[in-house]
């Protein structure tokens, strides 16, 4: 069973900060998703990765497969960017589903 | 978005009653997901489906059945429901393994 970590588990910045959100993974991958959730809200994909690294606006993900380890990147936080983000690792083939990090509750301070 | 709904969104029922909630897409893809949660444990996976008739369990599955008669439709039933099945499920679908999940709005669950 593949264990993930996140760290922060909470995360208080003030706005315009540069935020890194850590997520560690036991076993081998064929995949990694950023997710996002609001308070109260749906789940929301915001990055699948295997390598390297993705870019959309202010977000940026890397993922390095030998040391078992993704970062979520946020420049320029905003207030609108308070949500819980969650890691989840694809192990095998992916069919069976995703195995998800407990969340960092992420709060942007105007 | 992708077309994913589930029903109901809220359900306050007694420990003992079954309960279903359906998960419902339009969007044709194959596989399909149940995951529940909780504060202190995240998401985790209960049943998912591959296809039509074709499901498998998760994490954690006891007390928890599915069926899957139609690619659109995927059922989750608590034969007899427990305050510890208390909760917000959510269904996901993706088209093929290891691409990226779409989930739907939630289901929160309230067993007396």
């Known amino acids: 069973k593949n264990e993930v970590e996140q760290s922060p588990q909470n995360l208080t910045a003030q706005e315009g900060e540069f935020i890194t959100i850590n997520c560690s993974y036991s076993?081998?991958?064929?995949?990694l998703h950023w997710l996002q959730q609001h308070p109260g809200g749906g789940i929301v994909s915001l990055f699948m990765?295997?390598?390297g690294k993705k870019k959309h606006g202010r977000l940026i993900a890397t993922i390095n497969i030998q040391e078992k380890h993704s970062s979520l990147h946020i420049t320029a936080s905003h207030p609108r960017d308070s949500a819980v983000y969650i890691c989840?690792?694809?192990?095998?083939?992916?069919?069976?589903?995703?195995?998800f990090g407990k969340g960092t509750h992420l709060i942007i301070q105007p | 978005d992708a077309g994913i709904t589930q029903s109901p969104r809220h359900k306050v029922t007694e420990t003992g009653t079954p309960v279903t909630l359906r998960c419902h897409q339009t969007?044709?893809?194959?596989?399909m997901y149940w995951y529940r949660q909780d504060p202190g444990h995240g998401l985790r996976l209960i049943h998912y489906?591959?296809?039509?008739?074709?499901?498998d369990k998760g994490e954690v599955s006891d007390g928890y059945s599915v069926s899957r008669s139609k690619t659109e439709d995927f059922l989750l039933t608590l034969e007899s429901a427990t305050s510890s099945q208390t909760s917000v499920y959510f269904c996901?679908?993706?088209?093929?393994?290891?691409?990226?999940?779409?989930f739907g709005p939630g289901t929160r669950l309230l067993v007396l």
């Open positions: 989840a690792v694809i192990t095998g083939g992916g069919a069976d589903g995703l195995t």
């Open positions: 076993v081998g991958i064929s995949a």
């Open positions: 990765l295997s390598s």
């Open positions: 969007e044709n893809h194959r596989y």
């Open positions: 489906s591959y296809g039509v008739k074709d499901t």
């Open positions: 996901a679908i993706t088209p093929g393994q290891g691409e990226t999940q779409y």
